[in-house]
Antibody
Framework: QLQLQESGPGLVKPSETLSLTCTVSVDSISSRSSYWNWIRQPPGKGLEWIGS???????YYNPSLQSRVTTSVDTSRNQFSLKLTSVTAADTAIYYCVRGAENPRGLFDSWGLGILVTVSS | DIQMTQSPSTLSASVGDRVTITCRASQSINNWLVWYQQKPGKAPKVLIY???SLESGVPSRFSGSGSGTEFTLTISSVQPDDFATYYC?????????FGQGTKVEIK
């Protein structure tokens, strides 16, 4: 069964860059039937899609975050990554890495456990 | 962006009750709708996709209906394991958007 595991710092200072990595197990990140996604959830609140990336590196993002978000794929390590710049307290959230189907896109069927990232000085 | 609105925000129910949650989209999404269940401290899990298709392994007491802009998730007889928060999400067009969630509590 597909497994995803988020890793990265749990504490980031305001105005700095949040960097997370997701390691994919069992399935290949080069699968043509998968998109790889980041979704976040502020504590006690709802879910927000951040962005999606294909194994080729083709990516698309939520317009609300697009100016601050970059994602990348490392097929040799079966990993994909998220960078979110100029963070504020509003970026404090549980960040999930998630597998989505390529067709149809936007259906999120396998989720990591999530990692809590707190933005605080 | 397509806005998704769920009602109610919170629902109190007893074991065995029939429970219905509504999700409305700000424009037609055909049947590109998925329902998730999330328990405290856990990631969401797919229950229903394509508005009415039951995900493998999900109990048959869960069902979904609707198309266009109005959708419902029904639990025919709520069980102790079903007390959780439920989210709808559209996958008609990006940005993919979620409802704000419905928490099903024990009465």
């Amino acid at each position: 069964q597909l497994q995803l595991q988020e890793s990265g710092p749990g504490l980031v200072k305001p105005s700095e860059t949040l960097s997370l990595t997701c390691t994919v197990s069992v399935d290949s990140i080069s699968s043509r039937s998968s998109y790889w996604n980041w979704i976040r959830q502020p504590p006690g609140k709802g879910l927000e899609w951040i962005g999606s990336i294909y194994y080729s590196g083709s990516a698309y993002y939520n317009p609300s975050l697009q100016s601050r978000v970059t994602t990348s794929v490392d097929t040799s390590r079966n990993q994909f990554s998220l960078k979110l710049t100029s963070v504020t307290a509003a970026d404090t959230a549980i960040y999930y890495c998630v597998r989505g189907a390529e067709n149809p896109r936007g259906l999120f069927d396998s989720w990591g456990l999530g990692i809590l990232v707190t933005v605080s000085s | 962006d397509i806005q998704m609105t769920q009602s109610p925000s919170t629902l109190s129910a007893s074991v065995g009750d029939r429970v219905t949650i509504t999700c409305r989209a700000s424009q037609s999404i055909n049947n590109w709708l998925v329902w998730y269940q999330q328990k405290p401290g856990k990631a969401p899990k797919v229950l229903i996709y394509r508005a009415s298709s039951l995900e493998s392994g999900v109990p048959s007491r869960f069902s979904g209906s609707g198309s266009g802009t109005e959708f419902t998730l029904t639990i025919s007889s709520v069980q102790p394991d079903d007390f959780a928060t439920y989210y709808c999400q559209q996958y008609k067009s990006p940005p993919w958007t979620f409802g704000q969630g419905t928490k099903v509590e024990i009465k």
